[in-house]
């Protein structure tokens, strides 16, 4: 069964340091969404991609944050300059079209800023 | 803005018994999605409600959309360590993509 995959699956940095999450949606999935998740809370939504920009975005998609599908098959999120409150785990997620099609989530990238 | 809430925060029960959990929207929705995660997982689709009053059921596994779209239930019927895990429900408002998680409900099977 295809899969979102996820890379890498930890990752480590220092406060104001840059990071790119990326992420292989599934391949005939035309929409890609991030999402993150602080430890032991809720799954927020950050930012949805269609047609090769931004479709939506939440309040927390601030500046820091940007995406891009730089290929065919890669999906990136970007935090420019990380903050201690950054450190979350971010989903990555596609579907096949928008509203009516269920996400498939890939297994997610744990962020720690230290 | 869309406000969501999902009751309870917690559910401890023995094996066996019966878990509900419900989710109430602020708005008329255009449709919900109920999510589960186990733990150190991540959130896998269950189902999708979209007519008012429909009900839909996976095995063990009910789900209500009431009948002015703006809440919704999950029921498991005898639960199973299985079934241990956090159910968000993921309502749509009208012309959304995206999802709004609920708080969600997290499951403890005791066995």
């Known amino acids: 069964e295809p899969e979102v995959t996820q890379t890498p699956s930890h990752q480590v940095t220092q406060m104001g340091q840059e990071v790119i999450l990326r992420c292989v949606p599934i391949?005939?999935?035309?929409?890609f969404y991030w999402y993150r998740q602080i430890l032991g809370q809720k799954v927020e939504f950050l930012v949805s991609?269609?047609?090769?920009?931004?479709?939506?975005k939440s309040e927390i998609f601030d500046d820091q944050f940007s995406v891009e599908r730089p290929d065919g098959s890669n999906f990136t999120l970007k935090i420019r300059s990380t903050k201690l409150e950054d450190s979350a785990m971010y989903f990555c997620?596609?579907?096949?079209?928008?509203?009516?099609?269920?996400?498939?989530f890939g297994p997610g990238t744990r962020l720690t800023v230290t | 803005g869309q406000q969501v809430m999902q009751i309870p925060q917690y559910q401890h029960v023995q094996e066996g018994e019966d878990f509900t959990t419900y989710c109430n929207s602020s708005?008329?929705?255009?449709?919900i999605q109920w999510y589960k995660q186990r733990p150190g997982g991540h959130p896998v689709f269950l189902i999708q409600?979209?007519?008012?009053?429909e009900v839909k059921k996976q095995k063990r596994l009910t789900f209500q959309f009431g009948e002015a779209k703006k809440n919704s239930s999950l029921h498991i019927t005898a639960t199973q360590t299985t079934d241990v895990g956090t159910y968000f429900c993921?309502?749509?408002?009208?012309?959304?993509?995206?999802?709004?998680f609920g708080t969600g409900t997290r499951l403890t099977v005791i066995p």
């Open positions: 997620a596609s579907s096949l079209d928008g509203q009516d099609y269920e996400q498939y």
């Open positions: 391949s005939n999935h035309l929409y």
């Open positions: 991609f269609y047609n090769n920009e931004i479709s939506e």
């Open positions: 708005t008329t929705l255009s449709n």
């Open positions: 409600l979209v007519k008012s009053g």
């Open positions: 993921a309502p749509r408002g009208t012309g959304a993509n995206n999802l709004f």
